[in-house]
């Protein structure tokens, strides 16, 4: 029978500390600047879908509108990091998501009543747009606004931390 032995020598000869694996360093992430950038970009994006949505099925819903502050808020934290301006700054950008998108939405629904393009309606009509959009207002609207801002400003703490 044969003993299991080691080989003679230092395995570690060569160089005297094992090698860890490369580790690439964290991003940074306190970028004010790149946060308010992707909570912008997140912002237009939601306001398009939640006007899409208002336009399709001819009413506002509360959970859009905490969907739209929290998607821009996320976007904020994830992106810019723990800075104390940024949930502020996603609460504003989420108020005009949720005008844009009300304006969207009913940009939809008066194109589909005068026969035009929602565009059109957009770009040609936009005073009219927004008369309108004054005298449709009422305080469920401005809810929303608050919901919104509210859902921003939480996402982005939670979402920078």
Do not use: C
């Amino acid at each position: 029978m044969s003993q299991s032995v080691p080989p003679p020598g230092n395995p570690f000869a060569e160089s005297a500390v094992p090698q860890a694996p490369f580790v690439p360093p964290p991003p940074a992430r306190n970028n004010v600047g790149l946060g308010l950038a992707a909570a912008l970009g997140a912002a237009l994006v939601a306001a398009g879908v939640y006007g899409g949505i208002v336009g399709a099925i001819e009413r506002e819903i509360g959970f859009l509108a905490i969907g739209v502050g929290y998607l821009v808020g996320l976007a904020a934290g994830k992106v810019g990091g723990p800075n104390p301006v940024l949930p502020f700054g996603a609460a504003a950008l989420s108020l005009g998501a949720v005008y844009l998108g009300q304006i969207f939405g009913l940009a939809i629904l008066l194109a589909k009543e005068v026969n035009l393009g929602t565009t059109e309606v957009l770009l040609d009509h936009f005073g009219l747009l927004t008369e309108a959009w004054k005298e449709d207002a009422d305080p469920m609207s401005f809810l929303f606004f608050a919901i919104a801002a509210f859902a921003a400003f939480s996402g982005a703490k939670k979402a920078s931390s």
